[in-house]
């Protein structure tokens, strides 16, 4: 994903990518991820382990309660 911010954010308008490239490159960026990487938090590299397992057990109990009551973690309403 930054490969594809990078070239979008280039100096010279000429060399980057046009839309079409941009949405082929998303499209399969978007399809290389799968579900569980998706649904899993983003965790720094930097935090004490014991942190990063204590997020991971709190992720992991509400994406549970989630598809256990059929609600969505995401609000559709704003």
Same mark, same amino acid.
């Given at each position: 994903?930054? $490969? =594809?911010?990078d070239e979008? !954010? $280039?100096i010279n308008p000429t060399s980057r990518p046009s839309i079409e490239? @941009? @949405?082929e490159k998303f499209s =399969?960026? #978007?399809e290389s991820l799968d579900e569980s990487k998706l649904r899993s938090p983003i965790m720094? %590299?930097?935090k004490p382990c014991f942190f990063v397992m204590f997020l #991971? !057990? %709190?992720q992991a109990l509400l994406t549970l309660w989630c598809l256990v009551s059929g %609600? !969505?973690?995401i609000s559709e309403t704003l």
């Open positions: 994903m930054q $490969d =594809l911010v979008m !954010a $280039d490239g @941009v @949405v =399969l960026i #978007c720094s %590299k930097h #991971c !057990a %709190k %609600k !969505a973690i």
